[in-house]
Nanobody, 115 residues
Framework: QVQPVESGGGLVQAGGSLRLSCAAS????????MGWYRQAPGKQRELVAR???????NYADSVKGRFTISRDNAKNTVYLQMNSLKPEDTAVYYC?????????WGKGTLVTVSS
């Protein structure tokens, strides 16, 4: 079973940067898509960015040009570089990893952007 574990959240001022990482524990599996989602207080969880095995990506319109998703297939790790952060980016960020048709979720890491 895949268990994603996020790291890298924290408090940052508006305009700053953070890099999130998510590594999958275990071995002997093949991950298809990897992604980052976020959930702000009182809002639904939303897709931030997703990357596929071949390297294709898609992003939420709100983060295009500011966030970059990347992955290391050998390490089953996905990264999210977040630049030019805004207070509205404040949320719990969740990593997801897809194996076949099954989604595995991390427990989340809090990102707080102060104005």
């Amino acid at each position: 079973q895949v268990q994603p574990v996020e790291s890298g959240g924290g408090l940052v001022q508006a305009g700053g940067s953070l890099r999130l990482s998510c590594a999958a524990s275990g071995s002997g599996f093949s991950i298809n898509a990897m992604g980052w989602y976020r959930q702000a207080p009182g809002k639904q969880r939303e897709l931030v960015a997703r990357i596929f095995t071949g390297g294709g990506t898609n992003y939420a319109d709100s983060v295009k040009g500011r966030f970059t998703i990347s992955r290391d297939n050998a390490k089953n790790t996905v990264y999210l570089q977040m630049n030019s952060l805004k207070p509205e980016d404040t949320a719990v960020y969740y990593c997801s990893m897809v194996q076949g048709v099954i989604y595995y979720w991390g427990k989340g890491t809090l990102v707080t952007v102060s104005s």
